[in-house]
């Protein structure tokens, strides 16, 4: 089976298009959402429908969806384009639409699968905090009871394991580092083969999977994962997408520039 994992969709059509057209071809069944759905991206209401329309087996809130949903004028944390974004996208959608971001849980175990998924961090989800170290990382496994667990929020891909019991290296967490291939200029042009993270019984992952529609790791490629369960294998996935058309409906809609300039730069 092949689950998709996509995370932190921003309203961006053009993006999860591509995304689903991908999936599609790669024989994808299920698909699993780590939230933020909606927000500074020009097509929330389209984006909900595709995701309220695949075979969803798991999904989550995120901190956008919250915002959008709730009451919530505050918005902690948030800067001023964020806080626009939010403002225009609860106007764009309709109450049926807002009820069921506002129903999303925080965290979930995904009914028949060894999968938990959260947006931000399985410790304290509402908190909205970030997972970027193995500090972060180690919190989240005290909180983590199956082998997998997927989370977005900070858009950048980063991957943790912690080794089964070996006594002593018990606490032992590592970063994966093959999961960021970063883009740089001295690879740029070298043959870009997608990051891999086999599955080792009796360990533990925690694997953040980018985003697919506002990526922040200076690679404007939309961002998602597939989990094969036959192969016992996660793999991150980088799909160009049409990058202009997001940016000119995001100028035509009235949101702040600084979101559709970088979409391009992917930060
Ligand atoms: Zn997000």
Redesign the pocket.
């Known amino acids: 089976m092949k689950y998709a994992i996509i ?2 969709i ?1 309203a961006n059509l053009e993006a999860l298009t591509a995304v689903m057209d991908r999936c599609r071809k790669e024989g994808v069944e299920k698909y699993v959402c780590l ?2 759905i909606v ?2 991206n020009a097509n929330p209401r389209d984006c909900l429908k595709i995701v309220r329309t695949i075979d969803l087996v798991g999904v989550v809130k ?3 969806d919250e915002y959008v949903s709730s009451m919530d004028e505050e918005m902690l944390g948030f800067n001023q384009h964020a806080k626009q974004a939010v403002l225009w996208t609860k106007n764009q959608l309709n109450t049926e639409e807002r009820s069921w971001l506002s129903k999303l849980p925080m965290k979930q175990t995904v009914r028949g699968t060894n999968i938990t998924i959260v947006h931000a961090t399985l410790d304290s989800p509402a908190s909205w905090g970030y997972i970027f170290d193995v500090h972060h990382a180690m919190d989240n496994f005290s909180y983590q009871f199956t082998p997998l667990c997927f989370c ?2 900070s ?1 950048v891909p980063i991957g943790f394991c912690k080794k089964s019991f070996t006594g002593s290296n018990s606490l032992l967490v590592e970063e994966v580092q093959e999961w960021k291939a970063e883009r740089t200029e001295a690879n740029a042009d070298k043959e870009d083969l997608d990051p891999v993270i086999p599955i080792q019984k009796g360990w533990k992952y925690l694997i953040n999977i980018g ?1 697919v529609g ?1 990526p922040r790791n200076k690679d404007p490629r939309a961002s998602f994962a597939i989990y094969d369960t036959e192969a016992n294998t996660v793999t991150r996935l980088r799909i160009e997408y049409d990058v202009a058309t997001a940016q000119k409906k995001i100028r035509e809609a009235g949101l702040p520039d600084r979101l559709a300039t970088r979409l391009e730069r992917g930060n």
């Open positions: 995370s932190d921003h939230g933020d927000g500074y995120g901190n956008h977005g929020h858009h985003s506002q």
